[in-house]
């Protein structure tokens, strides 16, 4: 094998290794677009997070949120990112900012989520949708869904933080399953 041909090798590998996943992620869950830091502060308010209880956040980019939950309020937070990429990011937050949170490289869909005390996500109206259903099927009563920037179609929202565009902020949303239809 000549040098030549092993470099060629190596960078399809990791064409593969790094950019088909990250390419998934952009089409079933979201692009990479890092929460404000506002509206991460407003989601975990908004979420009434007690000590101990189970969050997940979808698509958690460079974990922000995830971080701060565990931080901040005491919660046992997971974050599932499927961008190589993105997840590099998330583990050197996770690691910089000395949280105790899960950085797990996993796709959402397949993650049980029965568990779930509250729910974090910033998702396109598509992935959203799907999610609806996975969320019929897994979640218990009272569980909480925050969602920046885009509601779940045909749910009862419980609470809805209005756009503020001096602070360039998104809608969120907050459902409570069992009390959203």
């Known amino acids: 094998m000549t040098a030549e041909f092993a470099i060629q090798l190596i960078f399809l590998i990791l064409l593969f290794v790094i950019f088909v996943p990250t390419i998934y992620a952009l089409i079933w869950g979201a692009p990479y677009v890092p929460t404000p830091n506002e509206g991460v502060k407003k989601m975990?308010?908004?979420?009434?997070?007690?000590k101990g209880q189970k969050t997940y956040e979808l698509g958690c980019g460079d974990a922000r949120l995830t971080c701060m939950a565990a931080k901040k309020y005491n919660t046992d937070s997971v974050g599932f990112e499927l961008s190589p990429l993105v997840i590099m990011l998330a583990k050197l937050r996770k690691f910089?900012?000395?949280s105790k949170a899960n950085i797990l490289y996993r796709n959402f869909y397949e993650v049980d989520l029965s568990d779930a005390d509250a729910i974090f996500?910033?998702?396109?109206?598509g992935t959203m949708d799907r999610l609806a259903k996975k969320f019929e099927k897994e979640?218990?009563?009272g569980t909480k869904i925050i969602s920046y920037a885009f509601p779940i179609k045909d749910w009862k929202v419980s609470h809805r933080q209005q756009r503020n565009r001096k602070k360039k902020l998104g809608p969120i949303w907050v459902y409570e399953y069992g009390k959203h239809k």
């Open 44 to 50: 975990l308010k908004l979420a009434s997070l007690k």
């Open 96 to 98: 910089f900012s000395r």
């Open 121 to 125: 996500c910033y998702l396109l109206p």
């Open 139 to 141: 979640l218990k009563k």
